[in-house]
RNA sequence: GGGGCGGUAGCUCAAUUGGUUAGAGUUCCGGACUGUCUAUCCGGUGGUUGCGGGUUCGAGUCCCGUCCGCCUCGCCA
């Protein structure tokens, strides 16, 4: 008895009377007596309770019944009753199964992990330790069920809008910029490597130039960098790219993507989602992902407070691109006490702000915390800000990039410590218009804010192809045709319209300082690619794991894959990474440098 | 690499100012009970307090080091 007639979650109240084969995982034992015990029966499907009862099967079934633990593995026949008392918790729970045969497929040693317990879930570290036992969990079998479900409604959707599945290497080249790289020794040719992708960006483009038209790639991804809650090293993009098509387009099929996705998972109908560009989204939210379900703006104040001689403002202003920007939280006096807004001090330096100047409004003028120093001003505060008695504000003074961030930062705290976020609400929207280029302090250079295949904006590219390298500040104000969507302020998908002339992609890889050598070097084969007839295309990649913990409600991203790593990159079930043997390491021409501690 | 939190029975947690034999629920083991709903009731087993040092008459508790997990800054084109 291995094979079943039935699933746990298929029997309702029409199949009364059948004769059914059952197998699964005892989920829950309630042993009422020595002659009637209660399985609850689990597999993929559902749970169905099963009945071993000595005057209705006229056996000794239930003695063997007590014999049996939770999550050893069995198969049952039995005769399928209506229940008089429906359970309402399981889809089967009008019936039950009268057990006259019973067949032990498998026992199980005292589990680390009980799949029934919903009270005690046990450390991540033993979750993710014995991953089989946490993944019987109802609740992970509905994730990795909805995980199923967004790749094949990815799937479907692309098919039906002429979209080619195609596969793209995981063996590929190690190019410049950009994370760090996970690196596989060549055995055939000594002292080469391979590297994991980052993404399939340069395949999919050359694959446009090959004609694909549109591809698609639910595709896994590499980054070696310090993992976070919403990050791994190992990841999933849905990867696409077009061809003949300008952001508008490109914007619209992906918008409707991600419509299909929420109506055919959760059955919402999102409404059309709103663009911002990234310059308002720095200067409003301080984010270039804001989270619109709460207002408390970003205001800029810098103009009221130069006019004061409260230090903190005018020492901020003096420095190059110094502002004084201020958020209102409304009723924020009742709630924020002193304990609080000091905590806020100490969370902005986080962000290498010095604090967070404070102050209450309170009968039509400002009270509190640096009242004095702002009090001349206090009448176009309040007005600027649309302050009301009860209101707090709090204020941020820097250079443009430090106040805007550690602010953007403290409004999300904000909005969650007054609970003011609504959990209901879905707030899609594209943020457009991101810069081309970024300038880093530490390296004195520019990186390409998303990534150098980025076309300028149509509109820039006469400026874009005239600029001088030297010209940094010309540099900086160039606009790409980049695009991120945005969910509740999470960051679900990237991408742009790409370079696809030979002579933008050479002023690109110039103005970062890349030189031609090296640019031939590393990228001959797209730039010898763009100059054998590329079609101008775009495309975006969506982070599937973020997008199942958007549509199961989790805010942690090893919870939606199946076999996550931890913080420290290990896989704590198979043990990964693992040493390996010298004839191996041999074989590929490599010697470990590390000290032989562990 | 930096900051923070945590590691005590198979699992979830407790243990006062450093002080008697480290407790409770649950799992597991044994028993009672014929309609349970993660049943209930009675009894029992179960501990290298992550690991290594140190301080002390005495350490789960204090100190130093180290490992692991989580959150986070840097990082993530």
Redesign the pocket.
């Given at each position: 008895m291995r094979t079943r007639s039935h699933t746990a979650g298929q029997l309702r109240e029409e199949n009364t009377g059948e004769t059914v084969q059952l197998c699964g995982w005892v989920h829950?034992?309630?042993?009422?007596?020595?002659?009637?015990v209660?399985i609850?029966l689990r597999d993929r499907y559902g749970i169905t309770?099963l009945?071993f009862?000595?005057?209705?099967s006229g056996s000794a079934l239930p003695p063997k019944a007590k014999e049996l633990?939770?999550e050893d593995v069995i198969a049952i026949r039995g005769q399928v009753r209506a229940?008089?008392?429906a359970?309402t918790?399981f889809e089967t729970g009008a019936v039950?199964v009268v057990v006259t045969e019973l067949q032990v497929l498998s026992r199980t040693a005292?589990?680390?992990?009980?799949p029934?317990?919903?009270?005690?879930?046990?450390?991540?570290?033993?979750r993710?330790k014995h991953r089989y036992l946490d993944l019987r969990r109802p609740k992970m079998q509905h994730i990795l069920r909805t995980r199923h479900r967004v790749s094949k409604c990815a799937r479907d959707y692309f098919d039906d809008h002429g979209f080619l599945e195609i596969e793209t290497p995981n063996l590929t080249r190690s190019t410049p910029?950009?994370?760090?790289d996970f690196l596989v020794p060549s055995r055939n040719q000594a002292g080469m490597w391979y590297a994991l992708p980052?993404?399939p960006?340069l395949f999919k483009q050359i694959l446009m130039v090959g004609g694909a038209d549109r591809y698609l790639q639910i595709c896994r991804c590499f980054?070696d960098?310090?993992?976070?809650?919403?990050?791994q090293v190992e990841f999933t993009q849905i990867d696409c790219e077009m061809s003949f098509v300008d952001r508008k387009e490109v914007l619209a099929i992906m918008e409707g993507f991600a419509r299909t996705l929420w109506n055919e998972i959760l059955g919402v109908d999102l409404p059309e989602f709103d663009q911002i560009t990234y310059q308002d989204a720095m200067d409003r939210f301080g984010i270039d992902r804001p989270d619109t379900r709460f207002a408390l703006e970003l205001v800029d104040v810098s103009d009221l407070c130069a006019t004061t001689d409260f230090k903190v403002f005018t020492e901020a202003l003096g420095k190059p691109r110094g502002v004084v920007k201020a958020i209102c939280v409304p009723g924020g006096a009742a709630k924020l006490t002193r304990k609080i807004t000091d905590g806020y001090s100490k969370f902005v330096q986080?962000?290498g702000a010095g604090g967070v100047p404070v102050t209450k409004v309170a009968n039509g003028t400002l009270e509190a915390g640096i009242a004095k120093f702002v009090e001349p001003i206090a009448a176009q505060l309040i007005e600027r800000l649309g302050a009301q008695d009860g209101d707090t504000i709090l204020f941020g003074a820097d250079t443009y990039s430090v106040a805007t961030k550690a602010l953007g930062?403290l409004r999300q705290k904000v909005a969650r410590d007054m609970d003011l976020i609504d959990e209901s609400k879905w707030n899609f929207l594209w943020v457009v218009d991101f810069p081309m280029f970024?300038w880093d302090e530490?390296t004195s250079r520019f990186?390409?804010?998303?990534?150098?295949f980025t076309a300028p904006a149509d509109h820039e590219l006469e400026r874009f192809m005239g600029m001088d390298p030297s010209d940094t500040e010309g540099i900086e104000s160039i606009v790409s045709d980049g695009y991120d969507m945005v969910c509740n302020g999470s960051e679900i998908g990237g991408g742009s319209i790409r370079i696809h002339q030979q002579d933008v992609q050479k002023k690109v890889f110039q103005l970062l300082g890349i030189s031609e050598e090296e640019a031939k070097l590393k990228f001959s084969f797209l730039l010898d690619a763009l100059g054998f007839g590329a079609p101008p295309h775009g495309g975006i990649a969506f982070g599937l794991d973020r997008l199942v913990m958007h549509l199961t409600g989790t805010d942690?991203i090893?919870d939606v894959i199946a076999f996550p790593k931890?913080?420290?990159g290990?896989d704590?079930m198979c043990e990964a990474p693992n040493v390996v043997d010298d004839e191996q390491l041999t074989e590929l021409h490599v010697k470990s440098t590390a000290k032989p501690s562990?």
């Open positions: 829950a034992r309630r042993e009422q007596s020595s002659d009637l209660f609850d309770q009945v009862d000595s005057e209705d633990h939770l229940r008089d008392k359970n918790r039950e005292n589990p680390p992990l009980i029934s317990d919903e009270k005690n879930l046990p450390s991540e570290e033993i993710l910029e950009g994370a760090r980052q993404s960006q980054r960098e310090d993992p976070r809650a919403d990050r986080n962000f930062e970024e530490e990186y390409a804010m998303h990534h150098p942690n090893r931890s913080l420290s290990a704590l562990r």
